[in-house]
T-cell receptor, first 116, second 113 residues
Framework: GDSVTQMEGPVTLSEEAFLTINCTYT??????LFWYVQYPGEGLQLLLK?????DKGSNKGFEATYRKETTSFHLEKGSVQVSDSAVYFC???????????????FGKGTKLSVKP | EPEVTQTPSHQVTQMGQEVILRCVPI?????FYWYRQILGQKVEFLVS????????KSEIFDDQFSVERPDGSNFTLKIRSTKLEDSAMYFC???????????FGSGTRLTVV
């Protein structure tokens, strides 16, 4: 079945460092890919998404490119801030599964801590 | 910005007791979901709900679980007889369309003792 694998955390960076959180997926069809973020004490928020190969999702300085050839959707940010400290979840939704109502399959989450 | 609201934020219950977790989805959304996250593990799909009926459920969603939309605004998850392993964070979500991404609530942390 479909699955998402993302790098284990926690990841600790200094402010203004470059961030990469790796995410790879396995899907039988043509999934849409998402990154969600969970700030401390809050719910899951959609950070960005991409619905087809070579699409780039971007938001708040974060970017991820849908790479079908490597089945990846790595999250990157050029210069992280303390306020980016959160747990980041990679997820997919497989639209080609005709029976699916769009439920998401999540990775385990990667905790990011950014130090001043 | 519209929000999905979940109550309570934290619930402690004794094993064998029934619990009801409550959610108020965004008003114009049509698809509703429950997910759970056991501490340190993946966020897992439980059930989706559309047009006043369950449209999909996972193998986790056994006969102990039920969902209801009793009044057109609330969306509830009931666990009939809680077990220790039901301890988790439960997230409600809603979406306007099927594959566009959801809006999640802040979650209810359920602790079964």
């Amino acid at each position: 079945g479909d699955s998402v694998t993302q790098m284990e955390g926690p990841v600790t960076l200094s402010e203004e460092a470059f961030l990469t959180i790796n995410c790879t997926y396995t899907a039988t069809g043509y999934p849409s890919l998402f990154w969600y973020v969970q700030y401390p004490g809050e719910g899951l928020q959609l950070l960005l998404k991409a619905t087809k190969a070579d699409d780039k999702g971007s938001n708040k300085g974060f970017e991820a490119t849908y790479r079908k050839e490597t089945t990846s959707f790595h999250l990157e940010k050029g210069s992280v801030q303390v306020s980016d400290s959160a747990v980041y979840f990679c997820a997919l939704s497989d639209e080609s599964d005709g029976g699916s109502q769009g439920n998401l399959i999540f990775g385990k989450g990667t905790k990011l801590s950014v130090k001043p | 910005e519209p929000e999905v609201t979940q109550t309570p934020s934290h619930q402690v219950t004794q094993m064998g007791q029934e619990v009801i977790l409550r959610c108020v989805p965004i008003s114009n959304h049509l698809y509703f979901y429950w997910y759970r996250q056991i501490l340190g593990q993946k966020v897992e799909f439980l059930v989706s709900f559309y047009n006043n009926e369950i449209s999909e459920k996972s193998e986790i969603f056994d006969d102990q679980f039920s969902v209801e939309r009793p009044d057109g605004s609330n969306f509830t998850l009931k666990i009939r007889s809680t077990k220790l392993e039901d301890s988790a964070m439960y997230f409600c979500a809603s979406s306007e369309i099927r594959f566009g991404g959801y809006t999640f609530g802040s979650g209810t942390r359920l602790t079964v003792v």
